[in-house]
Every structure is written in structure tokens, then in C-alpha cells.
């Protein structure tokens, strides 16, 4: 599913009209339908049925001007309340407005003036939000705020017309307060904010209508993938009957440290579960016991360590060594931050010609200077940070990240030449081609330790297999979010460990390959 910021839309709506002759008049009133039509389909027709459509005085109140007339054709009572003077309103809107009967318009452009129909809103069998739509970029203020407040509080189904009013369409921000809906009606394909976290909880359940817009306008427009089952399942590759071990890549992993051998294991056990052919375990000499305890089927490296539990950076030569034969290399996980292991980190990022994964303290030791990443060989180079490693890596604030997943994620991408994992709700996958995909799989479980352990050996096990990088991002995410999704369903969200996660990849891959 194709994912689009309001801004984008705008421009498709201009197209259609500008270029293929789609009226206004005529996107508006297919819109219009195409709300009525899920509510009637939703809350039921005929006698009976209350709908109270409040308005504002842009295009999203047109589309409810719409709503209001084909219900009441429908046999709905509809009250209509319009933020505004109807002297206000113009365009295909004010057109829309005045095939109303004045009978079912009351104007509150004032405050406090919409709080005087309280009764109409507790009444209501349905509340249709069409005050502000997608073009919204302030803070909602004023007689807006006033009735966002009105419609919470009313304790009635909500559908929102686009979007809740109040969300940001680009990021999924709440500007200042929104709505919050049971039901939003969007068209022709959905907006980030309907995806994006927060907004995708104030959305509800989403429904998309044709309204008329051009397949290819659709088709052009500069978007980003949502990831789900339907989504990822085509990117998997059917096995071989005569394939053996050497078929599916041989993984090294260079991690662990005094403390975090864990993440380290995980790291390992979960590149096995994913499907990798070979697994090895590069570690500090002064741990391997340790990890030959945590794994079973993978392999382990002794690395020199002089004896402090960490990496120096003269372990390059070893691991330079260590390469031949291998399919992808991931660093990072546990490593460690000492400067000597940073080094390393950053002089490997830099020389690898092999497809490569960095998570953990790989990622911090690439924070003091991102500038290598410009002279990696390899050209499949993941990064996958969670916010406050992101943050780190673009010398930004961390709101500012979370304030604008989907720019950070692009810009720095592109900037660097890496296929950018930035991890949490609703992760995002940038190219540095500037593809973006959002992923819609995974759970509030998952924010537990380990988690990111486990996605660096899913990634590396794909590479390895010889899945491109953006294949293998989209997949591989999409996998451990749905790994977590089978274990919340047997247990529960609270309580999910990453090991959880680890043993239910197969299952995962499973599932994905056999429905659908």
C-alpha cells in the first residue's frame, strides 16, 4: 500500500484536475459519497439514525456538506454545524453548502457558540469530523480546539473525513489536540499520518475510497511503501529441494563485550532462525567460552582481546582474515564503546567491500565521525538505530527526530549512501535512492532489551542469503515485527523477551510463506 504525505495529495488532486479534467465539484461529491456510503455500510440506514456533521470552512467541510445531504437522502436525521459564516465559505465548498436545506445548517463562527448543542452531539448515533483535513500545519487553537473537545467528549462513534482533524498528515503529529475516530474515510490512498504514530491511533480503522483521481496520477506520486503481510510476502524466495548449508550464506558477526555477551548470542541465534546457511561468532578471546554456552549452532571466533573483554582496534587484521568465505558481516551488538573498539568500528564501516549491518555501539562509534560512511565499499550498508542513536548520528535532538521520522530517515540516507533502519512504532526504511517503506507489523512487547539484537542477525542472515538491501530491510523488519506479533497472541504484550522473538522467526516465516 502506497502512503502519501497531504502535501502530495494536493498535488494529485491539482493534476486531476489541471491535466485530466476532474472537476472539483466532481472529486468532492465522490469523496462525499464515499464517506456516506462507509457510514450507512457501518451504522446502519433509514428512520432512526442520527448523524451530526460538524464543518469547517475549507474543501474537508465541502466533503461534509456532501455527507450531510446523501444521508439525510438515505432517511438519516443530520444536523450540520459550520464553524464559520457562510459569507466564509467559497469554491466548490460554498457550491456544496447550498444544496443544503437551511433547515439542517447552524453557523458558530464565535466561541462557546457550538457548546450550546451539547444535546444534538449525546444524541447522535454517529459524529462526522469534517472541520480541518490533511492541509493542516499549526496548532489547532480557538473555536477548532473548542469542538475537537465537543466531539471527544460526546462519547459517540466518530468518522473522520481524510483525516482526524487535528493530525498532521506528513508526520502523525498531534498539532495541539485532535480528533480522536472510530472510523476515518481517506482518499485514494492513505496519508502518513494514518500510519505514523500517533495518528494512526486517533485514526481507527481506515478506509480508502476512489474518488476519481487517475490511476497513473496515483502511480507517479512520490510515496512510501506501508509494509504488511501482503506487502513483504512477494520479496520471499521459495527454497530448493537440493539446496544444502552453502546455499543460504555464511554470516559473521563481530560482537560482545565483558557484560553483553546476550546481545552477542541473540545476535547469532537469531541469524540462524532466520535462515541463514552458516553463523559465525566473532568475540574477544577472553568470552568465547561463554558464547560456545549461548549458541549451539553457530560457530565462534576467538578474537585477541589482551585480556580486558573488549575489542582493540589491531583486531582488524583478524577480522579482515575472517571475511573469506563469508556472504555479509554485521557489527556491532554488545561491542562495547571503548575507544579502541570505536576505531575499529569506523575503520571496518570504512574497508568493507562485504554487505553490511551496523546496530549497537557500532552505531555510537560511527556518532564521532559519520563521515566514513561516505567511503564504505561495500554499497549495501544497513544502519539500524533506534531515536536516540539517530539522534546521535545526525547531531539532532531526539524530539526533532521523533518529530520527523520520515525526513530524518530520508535525508540521512541519501546523505550518506545507507540503507537506513530507524527503529520503533511504525519503523522507517530509507533508501539512498530516497525509497522509503514504513513498517506496519510489531507491538509495545517489543520495547524490552534485546530486540535490536535480534533484527541485526534477521538482516545479516538475509544478506547473506543474497537478498538486496532493501529487500532485505523490508523483510526483515516486517519478520521480527510479526515474530513478536505471534508471541503477543499466545502471551499476552507485557512480558516479551527477545529470545521470545528469536524462536518464533521460523514460525514467522513460516506463516508468511504458507497464507495469504
Request: net charge negative; proline share 4%; charged share 20%.
Amino acid at each position: 500500500m502506497k502512503v502519501v504525505s497531504g502535501e502530495i495529495m494536493q498535488s494529485m488532486d491539482r493534476r486531476a484536475i489541471e491535466e485530466f479534467g476532474v472537476s472539483g465539484l466532481t472529486l468532492m461529491e465522490n469523496a462525499g459519497r464515499g464517506c456516506a456510503e462507509a457510514i450507512i455500510a457501518g451504522y446502519g440506514s433509514g428512520a432512526g439514525q442520527r448523524a451530526v456533521v460538524v464543518a469547517g470552512k475549507g474543501n474537508n467541510g465541502g466533503d461534509g456538506y456532501v455527507i450531510a445531504r446523501l444521508l439525510r437522502e438515505r432517511g438519516w436525521q443530520v444536523a450540520t454545524f459550520v464553524l464559520a459564516r457562510r459569507e466564509d465559505i467559497a469554491g466548490d465548498a460554498r457550491a456544496n453548502l447550498d444544496r443544503l436545506q437551511d433547515g439542517v445548517v447552524v453557523f458558530c463562527p464565535e466561541p462557546r457558540q457550538l457548546g450550546r448543542y451539547v444535546a444534538a452531539f449525546r444524541d447522535a448515533t454517529v459524529i462526522v469530523d469534517a472541520l480541518l483535513g490533511t492541509g493542516l500545519k499549526s496548532e489547532v487553537r480557538g473555536i477548532y480546539a473548542d469542538a475537537i473537545e465537543l466531539i471527544n467528549g460526546a462519547g459517540k462513534p466518530v468518522v473522520a473525513v481524510d483525516i482526524p482533524s487535528g493530525i498532521d498528515a506528513a508526520t502523525g503529529g498531534v498539532l495541539g489536540c485532535a480528533v480522536r475516530a472510530e472510523l476515518t474515510v481517506t482518499f485514494a490512498l492513505a496519508k502518513l499520518g494514518h500510519v505514523l504514530f500517533p495518528g494512526a491511533e486517533y485514526s481507527g480503522r481506515l478506509r480508502i475510497v476512489d474518488i476519481g483521481i487517475p490511476a497513473e496520477v496515483a502511480a507517479s506520486a512520490d510515496g512510501c511503501e506501508f509494509l504488511d503481510a501482503a506487502a513483504v510476502r512477494p520479496l520471499l524466495r521459495r527454497r530448493d529441494r537440493c539446496a544444502h548449508k552453502g546455499s543460504f550464506g555464511h554470516c559473521l558477526i563481530v560482537a560482545g563485550s565483558t557484560g553483553k555477551t546476550g546481545a552477542a548470542a541473540m545476535a547469532a541465534n537469531s541469524a540462524v532462525r532466520s535462515g541463514a546457511g552458516l553463523v559465525t561468532l566473532a568475540v574477544p578471546a577472553g568470552l568465547n567460552a561463554i558464547l560456545e554456552v549461548k549458541t549451539t549452532e553457530a560457530m565462534t571466533l576467538p578474537l585477541p582481546d589482551r585480556g580486558e573483554g573488549h575489542l582493540p582496534a589491531e583486531a582488524k587484521k583478524d577480522i579482515l582474515a575472517a571475511l573469506a568465505g563469508k556472504d555479509a558481516l554485521a557489527l556491532g551488538p554488545g561491542l562495547s564503546r571503548q575507544p579502541g573498539t570505536a576505531r575499529l568500528v569506523r575503520e571496518m564501516a570504512a574497508e568493507t567491500e562485504l554487505p553490511l549491518v551496523i546496530d549497537a555501539d557500532g552505531l555510537n562509534a560511527l556518532s564521532e565521525d559519520p563521515s566514513v560512511l561516505l567511503r564504505n565499499k561495500s554499497g549495501a550498508l544497513i544502519l539500524t538505530p533506534h531515536p536516540g542513536e539517530m539522534a546521535r548520528l545526525a547531531s539532532m535532538a531526539t524530539v526533532d527526530v521523533e518529530g520527523d521520522r520520515i525526513g530524518t530517515a530520508r535525508e540521512f540516507a541519501a546523505q550518506h549512501q545507507v540503507f537506513l533502519v530507524l527503529k520503533g512504532a511504525r519503523t522507517v526504511i530509507a533508501a539512498p535512492d530516497g525509497r522509503m517503506a514504513i513498517n506496519g507489523s510489531g507491538n509495545p512487547g517489543m520495547a524490552s532489551g534485546g530486540m535490536g539484537d535480534v533484527l541485526t542477525g534477521v538482516l545479516v542472515a538475509l544478506l547473506g542469503q543474497g537478498y538486496d538491501p532493501f529487500s532485505a530491510c523490508r523483510l526483515g523488519v516486517f519478520l521480527h515485527g510479526f515474530a513478536a506479533d505471534l508471541v503477543a497472541a499466545d502471551k499476552g504484550e507485557i512480558g516479551i523477551s527477545a529470545t521470545d522473538v528469536q524462536e518464533r522467526l521460523p514460525f514467522a516465516l513460516h506463516q508468511l510463506m504458507t497464507t495469504g
